[in-house]
Nanobody, 126 residues
Framework: HVQMAESGGGLVQTGGSLRLSCADS????????FGWFRQAPGKEREFVAA????????IYADSVKGRFTISRDSAKNTVYLQMNSLKPEDTGAYYC???????????????????WGQGTQVTVSS
């Protein structure tokens, strides 16, 4: 069982950048897919990006393509979300979680993930 912990959120102006980190305390990450999701106040949790630990395959929500990059560092057992050209609509709590590798079309569905962290808040001011 994995249990993730997110960090790196903060307050940034429109057009700015942040890098979020997602780490697990002790499990190895092989055979997992890691996903980033976000939730704005009053809205449902939405998919942002996902990556396979083994091969580094990635998928992104259309709203973040070209601006966000998901990556992983095997030496540090950490998954990152580099966020550039931030917009006010990117504001929300960002969460990461893991799933045992499933078909690609399941990578964007939160119900297939577990080990959710407490989240890290990202606020983009206009």
């Amino acid at each position: 069982h994995v249990q993730m912990a997110e960090s790196g959120g903060g307050l940034v102006q429109t057009g700015g950048s942040l890098r979020l980190s997602c780490a697990d305390s002790g499990r190895t990450f092989s055979s997992y897919v890691f996903g980033w999701f976000r939730q704005a106040p009053g809205k449902e949790r939405e998919f942002v990006a996902a990556i396979t630990w083994s091969g580094g395959s990635t998928i992104y929500a259309d709203s973040v393509k070209g601006r966000f990059t998901i990556s992983r560092d095997s030496a540090k057992n950490t998954v990152y979300l580099q966020m550039n050209s931030l917009k006010p609509e990117d504001t929300g709590a960002y969460y990461c979680a893991a799933q045992g590798v499933k078909p690609r079309h399941m990578w964007s569905d939160a119900k297939w993930y577990d080990g959710w962290g407490q989240g890290t808040q990202v606020t983009v001011s206009s």
